[in-house]
């Protein structure tokens, strides 16, 4: 059986594992991305620790992906752009590949690889167009299509959470004001909580947050409140849930995929979240374009990122060309 090495890299930590050509994941490591060591630090320790996972497994990897926020170019294999890890059109997989004794290195947008990964080893699995979307911190989107990803002009494409919505008056971290994601994210839910509780609505969240607690309240704990039948906590998730769904019905309509899968920290919310999302597709968008649709929750959760790049290694390297 053939093995892969798989790469999340976020601001905070970074992920390694080693996954065989099934997806299913042998090894995995977690270390500190130290941002502030400078991008070829980062690389020497990945290399490191690729390099110890691969003994630990005693497994020979063919190829290594990397996940990474930001703007990519997946021909090249460089980090365009990524705020929150400083870099700017850094050579990450040539750099990396020195270091590994020359095997290729495949790098791709974090949310692109998380959406592969469950296309072609996880919820999507049989299905030819696949829409996934991420809901976290923030929320992104990618589209699979017969094997490929969409990248779109510049390789932007994808960022539905950008996309600003009528009823929404939020400033995004973006600059614009009224995007989506500043409503349906781990952070936008917690945030409409806390402005509920400041006007004083009545809520099990104002008793449990008093005085500056409120800063805590997290997505979870809506969920917690919303399953006492707390009805500020039901308003919260029911109108994330509707504007969800609104900018999905647009999505669908463009793209037509024939699953819609949800991953990401907030979409824990389950049910809460996808019942008023569903609601409103079916609302906004013309039948035929959710008669057949399924919405699946994502099935690879937190190994996702991980199992995604090592899945889109395999599929380069099989496909000897650009997916
Ligand atoms: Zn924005």
């Known amino acids: 059986m053939k093995h892969y090495a798989g790469v999340d890299i976020g601001g905070t930590n970074m992920v390694i594992g080693i996954v065989n050509e099934a997806g299913e994941t042998q090894k995995m490591v977690k270390i500190a991305t130290e941002v502030k060591r400078g991008g070829e630090d980062v690389v020497r320790r990945l290399a490191e620790a690729i390099g110890q996972v691969q003994k630990e497994a005693q497994v020979t990897i063919q190829g290594v992906g990397i996940g990474v926020p930001g703007f990519v170019d997946h021909v090249k ?3 365009v752009f990524a705020a929150n890890l400083g870099w700017k059109d850094f050579p990450l997989a040539d750099l990396l590949s020195a270091q590994i004794g020359g095997v290729p290195v495949f790098v791709n947008n974090d949310v692109r690889m998380y959406v592969y990964g469950e296309a072609t080893g996880g919820a999507g699995r049989g299905f030819r167009h696949v829409l996934g979307i991420t809901v976290g911190t923030g929320m992104a989107a990618a589209m699979y299509n017969d094997g490929r990803l969409y990248y779109g002009s510049g390789g932007r494409a994808g960022e539905l959470g950008h996309v600003t919505l009528e009823g929404i008056d939020y400033v995004c971290n973006c600059g614009l ?9 781990a952070t936008g839910i917690a945030r409409q909580a806390r402005e509920a509780v400041a006007r004083g ?5 104002a008793r449990q947050f008093p005085g500056e607690k409120v800063a ?3 997505s979870a704990d809506v969920s917690k409140a919303y399953d006492a039948g707390d009805p500020a906590a039901i308003a919260v998730l029911q109108r994330t849930g509707t504007l969800l769904g609104r900018g999905l019905a647009a999505a669908i309509t463009l793209f037509s995929p024939d699953l819609i899968v949800v991953g990401g920290g907030a979409a824990q919310a389950g049910e809460r979240l996808l019942k008023p999302m569903r609601e409103e597709i079916e609302r906004a968008a013309l039948s035929f374009y959710w008669r057949d649709l399924q919405i699946k929750p994502a099935e690879l959760l937190e190994d996702a990122g991980v199992v995604g790049s090592a899945l889109y290694a395999r599929g380069r390297l099989e496909a000897g060309e650009v997916l």
Not at 177 to 185: D, N
Not at 201 to 205: K, R
């Open 77 to 79: 294999g460089t980090s």
């Open 177 to 185: 004001t009224g995007c989506l994601e500043t409503v349906a994210s």
């Open 201 to 205: 609505e009545s809520t099990v969240l």
């Open 216 to 218: 805590d309240i997290t």
